[in-house]
């Protein structure tokens, strides 16, 4: 079924149109007024091009000249698009100081206003510009500033370490607001308008105030109080802004651990390398073997005219292993291949019943050790001559302590040495070294 027909009126006894408020301003609005619009559009342009060019001087420039043909301009109070683009010059100036201060290498400018901002401490720029937005910009009415342009100026704070001035400019221009404007964001919060553009405004400055001005202030009473008593600010939105408050205030009064203190990271590490027995540190030997003096494996032992001297150094150094091992002894240590170690002795891990006893030896064990010791410690040295009496000896030594097996398997381990390495100096038609 069609909608019915609109009936139609007769246009000489139709009543004159309603026109917006804003295509009434348009009407009113003189040419000049149109031509210094599109100036300050133009002039505006030209300033962010070169901001984001980083051309600070051309930049400010063209914003200072912006600025002073806004003040000239009257109908601003009245014309919603000379608002707007009065909100984003000053937020263009404001971004603009940020930019210059926060320059790490020195600017080389010859704009006589940038030299004396770059001279002033940081807290008196900040004030200076919060005061030339307010006065040059809104004729003294702290309230009449746009939410935009406060988060602008809060920003800045911010970036350049200046809570307290960021929460004075807050607390000032909460305190400046009308009570239009009031009961306007409160109408909107509860419709749950989210398009409205005062509302996000204020709500981004509530945001920055309570979650970052006020906590690096360490001030959370008042960020806690300041929630609760607002009543712009729904329901769901305050719970998330508690929440996060919450969680900072945890963060940032956790204490920090003294650096003396050692990790779980560093104490694991160091029980992966040695064992505690009723109280004692004992070293792996296998990691001691792997990566100590009795690694041999790795070293090279070259005779040319001087093996006394590097006999000597090595018996030096097992010396202390040795002595490291069993405190309170004088004994010599030996070197071994990577498939034994000194006399068989590993220690135990901490859950082996016999730990104790493997640690604190009888002295006729620790007698015969060092015995052993002594004998393989000499059977070395004179392998290096490789004299026919001393292999002959080797010989009868082995048939002597066959019954034994660790020196049995000791024994026969430099044997095989000696045959290996008399092969290859046959082969090489040389004397016998250590390679």
Known sequence: MAPPETPSIDPHLSSPPILSPQIKQNHLMSPSSSIDLQTLTSLYQKAKQDFLLR?????????????????????????????????????????????????????????????????????????????????????????????????????????????????????????????????????????GAIDDPVLKSYEKVVELYVLQVLPKLRDWDLASKFLADNEVINKERKKVYEQTLLKLKERLNKPT?????????????????????????TTRTDYVHTNGILANNNQKYINNGSS???????????KQFIRSLHPGTRTTAITTNNRNNVDNRQIPSPTSSSTVNRIVSTSSTTTFNRIVEYFMLY???????????????????????????????????????????????????????YI
């Open 308 to 318: 006394s001297s590097s006999s000597n150094i090595v018996i030096r150094n097992n």
């Open 379 to 433: 059977l070395q040295r004179m392998m290096s001559k490789m004299s026919i009496p001393g292999f002959l000896f080797f010989i009868m030594i082995l048939f002597m302590f066959s019954n034994r097996t660790n020196i049995k398997e000791k024994l026969r381990d430099v044997f095989y040495k000696w045959l290996a390495k008399s092969w290859q100096t046959l082969k090489a038609g040389t004397t016998i070294t």
């Open 257 to 281: 651990p003294p650096k003396h203190i050692k990790s779980k990271k560093d104490k694991s590490k160091k029980e992966v390398n040695g064992h505690h027995i009723s109280g004692f540190s």
């Open 55 to 191: 051309k600070y001087d051309s930049a400010h420039s063209l914003c200072s000249s912006a600025i002073s043909k806004l003040t000239n301009f009257l109908p601003v109070s009245s014309s919603p698009s000379a608002k707007i683009l009065q909100t984003k010059i000053w937020n263009l100036y404001i971004n603009l100081v940020a930019a210059i201060l926060a320059e790490k290498s020195p600017i080389l400018t010859k704009d006589l206003e940038i030299e004396r901002l770059l001279e002033r401490s940081p807290e008196k720029v900040v004030n200076d510009v919060w005061l030339k937005v307010v006065n040059e910009g809104y004729g003294e009415e702290t309230g009449e500033v746009p939410g935009e342009v406060v988060v602008a100026c809060i920003l800045f704070c911010l970036n350049q370490q200046e809570a307290p001035n960021g929460r004075n400019i807050i607390e000032e221009w909460f305190n400046a607001l009308s009570d239009e404007l009031i009961l306007h964001l409160e109408h909107m919060s509860s419709k």
